[in-house]
Each structure stands twice: as C-alpha cells, then as structure tokens.
C-alpha cells in the first residue's frame, strides 16, 4: 500500500454546519487540532451543497459512493459528480492520496458524540474499538441495508463516520463542535498508536447492530399518519420493548411497539430517531441488537498495518 | 367593519412542519380543536415551500407584507405573489374574509411557547395579554426595526405570532405541537370572550420590547469570526449583563457582551438566540428590554369592537 494521509471531511451534507466551521478553523490556526503527528487533508464534503445550506443539490452525496454509479457511462449529477472528483483527489489511487476518512456528521437526533461503522472491516474495527476505549463512544455498526448503501467512507480503506446531535439543521452550536473535535482526535491518537506499531486494543467492543428501520404510519397519499411518541423523542440508544409508546396519531392515540421476527427474543435499540433528513428516506427510527463482541488481534494488525504508510505532516 | 373568521396560519415558513402537522390533523378531525364558537379558516402559509422543504422559494414570505412591494406594478416573485393571494382571500377585504390572524411558527432558538407582537395595535395587546394571563406566555414585542418588516399578521386588523421552540427545522415533535395548540386555544378563548362582550383583562402586560440585533463577529469575506457562546446558548428570556459571555471565537477567546449607549443603564434580555434562519438575516441574537406596562381599557375595547364581527361556524 503507497502512502497516504488522513482525510478529515465535514460538509459532506451541506446544511451540517458545526464541522465545516472546524475545518475553517482548523486551517486558520493549525495549532488548534491536535494532529498526533499525522498529515491530514482537510475536505469540504459538498461545496456546492454547503453554499447553498442545503443538505444535498441533485441526491445525497453520502449514498453516491455506490461502485455501480460511480463507474457507470456519463457525467451523473452534481452530487456524483463530486464522489468521483473525492476519490480522483483523495481516494487511495488518488493524486494526494489518502488511507482513512475520517466524515464528520451531525444530526438532529439526540445521538450524543456516537460512531457509525459500516460493516465489519476489521480496520474500522480496530480503530472505533480504539475510539470507544478512549471516550466510551457508542456504536451503529451499519450493514445488511440494501436500502441504504454507497457511503463515502466505505470507498476508503478505512473510514467511519462521526456522528454528533442533537443540533438543528444550519446551526453551529460550540458544543456540538466540541464533542466533535474530541471524537477525531481521539481517532487520530488511535491511528498515531497503531502508526507507531504499538497500538493497545481494548478487550470488548460493544456495538449496536443495525436490525431495520421504522417508517412513520402514513396515509394513502403518503403524507404522515402520526409522529415520533413524545416518550420516545430524545431517546436513542436505549431498548424499547414490546408494547412501548412508539408513535403518537394526531387523534391522541399512542401506536405501541410491535417487535417483528426474531425481536421478540431479545431486546431493541433506538437510534437516529426524528432525524430531520431521514423523513424523506422512509426512517423514523433505526433498530439496532447491542452486543458485546471480544476484539480480535487481526483487526488491530490490519489497522497497524494500514497505519505504518500513514505520511507524517510535510 | 364587516364580518369575518379568525384565519389560523401554519407553514408560513415551509421547513416549519409542527403547524401544518396541526392543520392537516385539525381539517381531518375538527373535535380535535377547542373552536371556543368561532369559525376558523386553516391556511397552509406557503404551499410550495411547504412542499420543497424550504423556508421560502424566492424571498421570506413573513417579510413581503410591505405594502409597497404589494402594490408594486409587475407580477413579482413567488412568496409576493403569494402574499397578494392570501390577502385577497383572507384579507379583511377578500373574498372569505379574516378579520383576525394567529400565525403559527417554531424556532430552532430555546424560546419555549411565546408570542411576538408586531408594534402596539390596542388589539393586539388585549389579545396578547389575555393569552399571558391564561398561560404566561412571554411576549417579544418587535418595533422599530427598520431592517426587518413586512410580517403577515401586520395586514390583518389583528393579529400575532405564536413561536414555539427548540425544534429543529424539517422535524415534527409531539410537545412542540402540543404547545402550539394550547396557544392557538388561549388566543381563540380570548377572541370569544371579547366577542361576548365579557372580556376580562389583566392588570399588567410584561413584554420584553425589541431594542436591536447582534450578528456574529465576522471575517471580511462575511464568514463567522465566532459562534454564539455555549454560556449562551439556550439562555433565551434571560438579562445578559456587561462582560458576561456571548460568542466564542475559533481560537477559544470569549467575546463578551458589551452593552452600547443606554443599554448601561438597564438590563438587556436576549431572544431569538442562534435561529438556524436568521444567520443570513445577520441576527446571531435579538436584545430587548422587558417592561411591565399597565393594561389599558381601550386595549380590550379595541378588541371587542373587533370580535364583534368575528362569525360562528356557519
């Protein structure tokens, strides 16, 4: 593997402010993030979104990173078209190379500082193990979602999304910036470790496995039936069992939680609930199994691995 | 003064979903609703905004009831065209006149239930203090602010804003709904008692009346030297005194507040603080003074010769 840096991204969606607002600090006075003695490659995710303090202007640039759009005949739209002008600059075969990305996302959801992982890679392993071990960040380890695909770390070879809220759409608040900041230095202390081949792996993982995601009940013509229960609101990360208030129809009548399948077994987790964004997407919450994994040995080599071509700032 | 309903607006702004939420589910289930007898016309403020998502296609529709741009020569843009729509058929001289409007907004600002009140029309403030003394409601009276007219409830012979918040933009909350229609329902048992003849005022209005705005510390380029501080932040209907923290500025300096001119002589109260929509207003926060002024009589005459004319549902 040739060398690379480390892609810090924010703005990937354009109405998330508080990361874009770091990274224009962070390259006013470098002094202000602690590096870790890596070379980082500060990206605006969507440029053209951010100007215009919308979330995307033609499709959403995190599900545009699907192998198939991306290769496909034709210019595509604005939104792939800067997915494929990512990876030409900062993909791993790109002209300033990079090896991990690093995407920072806030959300309307009441998520806290959290990670979301997409599948089982054993490097984004290692290193939200890392990141957990160090602050006690919660994890959303994405997969099985066929409805949900083409997300910009994935494209990398080894990424992971920072995830902070709640905050409103088009709002810096100094909080939000905060909890994102220590999130990726965090990050950046675990990749330094691994760089340096002494990377300590913490002996569990504790993920929240995605299941599926809720709908909003909605009418025949698709407009909604009911809301997020206002017990539910604000709730993520915590089980909701059988029977619990779940959504809220405007006549005042509390819709329950029916688990599905094999969720009578065990117990499910909220996550993303309310996320403004997601409405047009058909999610008014996520479910997700939390579980206690033991962390392999081969995940932290893989990131060591990965990390030793890491380049140190120039 | 010829007869006419109380027009409830909701989606005024067409990311402000709680409203239009409240319409829809009041069209489909009138009992929902508390009328106190008095017939209701429920408008969709801004259907295409509504329909896109956004606050407004072309200009800020709470901001084109200036007359002169009403009676400009030309078509003008979408949200004028609009304006114009709605006047001439809810207008006190349209077609299905309102005699009354209560326009109902959410804020991503920590302004709890309140009502802003657009100068110092007597019945306006009968009705304001009428919805205080039933529900405490703090009110921001907005004058002398010749940056930003043109409101909708202005054209109307009464009228008021109910804002409620934090929400975010885009995302629909039961609680902040809720508020909303405990407001709508103060304002219309107030309406219904002027109508009797048997309104009963209050001894006192406490508003907090407008005094001017602070944007952002700035850059030369118009980028954000600085975000509102987190001390700040959510501090909404609370005095800010001389030194005491307001914005943070990117390396970590605190900008404290300094009052100007006869703002050392009082306290100043903030409103407003860090609304996802006004950023491009130039408005990081609103300061006013809070005041408790004597109800007058002519208040409430006011407001009962006026809903006199208001009808019953047909």
Not at 57 to 70: G, I, K, T
Request: charged share 20%; hydrophobic share 40%.
């Amino acid at each position: 593997m040739a060398a690379g840096q480390v892609m810090v991204v924010g703005g990937t969606h354009g109405n998330e402010r508080n990361a874009p607002w770091l990274l224009e600090a962070w390259r006013q006075h470098p002094g202000l993030l602690h590096r870790h003695g890596l070379a980082l490659e500060l990206v605006l995710g969507n440029p053209a979104a951010h100007a215009a303090g919308r979330r995307y202007l033609d499709q959403d640039l995190n599900r545009s990173f699907v192998p198939a759009l991306l290769e496909a005949p034709g210019p595509g739209d604005r939104e792939l078209q800067r997915a494929r002008q990512l990876l030409a600059l900062h993909g791993p075969e790109g002209s300033a190379p990079c090896l991990v990305a690093l995407d920072l996302h806030s959300t309307t959801a009441a998520m806290g500082n959290g990670l979301v992982v997409y599948g089982r890679r054993p490097a984004d392993l290692a290193l939200a193990a890392g990141m957990q071990q160090r602050l006690g960040l919660p994890i959303y380890l994405h997969e099985q979602d066929r409805a949900q695909t083409g997300y910009l770390v994935e494209r990398w070879p080894c990424g992971l999304v920072v995830e902070v809220g709640p905050v409103p759409q088009g709002v810096i608040q100094s909080t939000i910036c905060r909890q994102s900041q220590l999130a990726l230095e965090a990050a950046l202390e675990v990749l330094a470790e691994a760089r340096a081949g002494a990377l300590r792996q913490p002996a569990r993982l504790v993920v929240h496995r995605h299941q599926g995601s809720l709908d909003l009940p909605r009418h025949g013509d698709g407009s909604p039936a009911a809301v997020v229960h206002p017990q539910r609101q604000g709730r993520d990360w915590r089980p909701i069992g059988a029977g619990e208030p779940l959504f809220l129809t405007a006549e005042g009548t509390t819709i329950p939680f029916h688990p599905s399948g094999d969720q009578v077994e065990e117990p499910v987790w909220a996550v993303f609930i309310n996320e403004a964004a997601y409405g047009e997407k058909g999610i008014a919450l996520s479910l997700t199994r939390r579980e206690v994994w033991p962390v392999a040995p081969a995940w932290g080599q893989a990131l060591t691995d990965l990390a030793r071509n890491l380049q140190r700032p120039g």
